[in-house]
């Protein structure tokens, strides 16, 4: 046992837990309040959020002898990231942990906006038979452009490209080659919105993604797309989506996250052609419990002074 204090705000898996206590005091505050946790933060050496806690510019103001803030799962839009680094402390995160979960949970949503299936479903639990009104489109023989060529949307392309879709990238950070290597045309936005007949977003939030798709981007896209977001709210311009979907541009929309979380009963969540999800993008067993191991050891292996395999600043 050393003596490094840890402090946990949004739980943790048992399988991190354990880990972490094996070597340090653990003190599980899920939960927390943005005030009590500038009390609560002045003693610890590591903080572990998910993406609830919001960890600004007071958290670090207030934290005495901070070294590192471990963020079990892949955003770090929570974390002020430039604070941190004023203050010389260290963020990392466990980037690799959620990848399938989140591939696999958009694929599948696609798959539900194709053929109509939580309507399907709602219909026949009021003991409605909507057999003709449910005709839906196939993805085979059809283009998925997927916009930031990353982990999840390279993993989105791998399973797209399994059912026989066509898929093509936009990734201004990626090598035309890599992301040829990697299993799609390298596109332009312009042409990707031209082309896709499915668009799936797994791009970051940042202040160039926000509102990326506002009314300019529909606009350019193919009349009737259908769209997938599991990456962060912000990135659709919520207003301009509903916006399409009303005039038809848009022929559904299936979304796992929201600009304000939860967003409540929306117009664009009770819209009739969106599938709405609450963020359980990275909900499953597997994906918490691999990142609540990586990131218990990536955090103390910050506190010692090891190297580090996922340091964000
Ligand atoms: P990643 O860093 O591996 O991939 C992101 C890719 O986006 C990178 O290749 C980057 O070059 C590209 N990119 C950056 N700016 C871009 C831009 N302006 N246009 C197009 N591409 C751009 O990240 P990842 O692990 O694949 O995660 C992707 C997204 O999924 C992130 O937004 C992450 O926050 C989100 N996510 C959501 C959930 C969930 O629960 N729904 C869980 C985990 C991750």
């Not at 963020?71 to 941190?84: P, Q, T, Y």
Request: glycine share 10%; hydrophobic share 45%; aromatic share 4%.
């Amino acid at each position: 046992m050393t003596n490094f204090n840890i402090l946990i705000t949004d739980g943790l898996e048992e399988s991190g837990q354990s880990i972490l206590r094996a070597a340090s005091r653990l003190d599980d505050k899920a939960g927390i309040s943005a005030a009590d946790l500038i009390q609560a933060v002045g003693d610890c050496d590591a903080l572990i959020v998910r993406g609830r806690t919001k960890v600004a510019a007071e958290i670090f103001e207030a934290a005495k002898k901070l070294k590192v803030v471990g963020r079990a799962g892949v955003g770090v839009d929570n974390i002020d990231l430039e604070s941190a680094r004023k203050h010389n402390i260290t963020v990392v995160n466990a980037p690799t942990a959620t990848t399938q979960a989140v591939a696999e949970l958009a694929f599948g949503l696609m798959l539900a906006l194709a053929r109509d299936i939580p309507r399907a479903d709602g219909a026949m639990k009021k003991g409605d038979w909507l057999k003709k009104e449910l005709q839906g489109a196939e993805l085979s023989g059809k283009t998925l452009g997927v916009i930031g060529y990353g982990r999840i949307g390279t993993e989105m392309g791998k399973r797209a490209s399994a059912f026989g879709m066509n898929v093509v990238a936009y990734d201004p950070l990626l090598q035309e080659d890599g992301i040829k290597a990697l299993g799609a045309d390298p596109v332009s936005i312009q042409e990707l919105y031209e082309w896709s007949d499915f668009i799936s977003l797994h791009l970051p939030l940042n202040v160039q993604t926000r509102d990326l798709i506002g009314p300019m981007a529909f606009s350019q896209m193919k009349d009737g797309v259908r769209i997938v977001c599991a990456a962060r709210g912000g990135i659709i311009d919520e207003s301009a989506l509903l916006a399409a979907l009303n005039s038809g541009k848009v022929a559904g929309a299936a979304l796992d996250v929201f600009a304000a979380e939860p967003p409540g009963a929306t117009d664009l969540v009770k819209h009739p052609k969106v599938i709405a999800t609450p963020h359980i993008g990275a909900q499953t067993a597997e994906a918490q419990a691999r990142a609540a191991e990586d990131i218990a050891n990536e955090v103390l292996a910050a506190l010692r002074g090891e190297p580090l395999r996922w340091k964000v600043n």
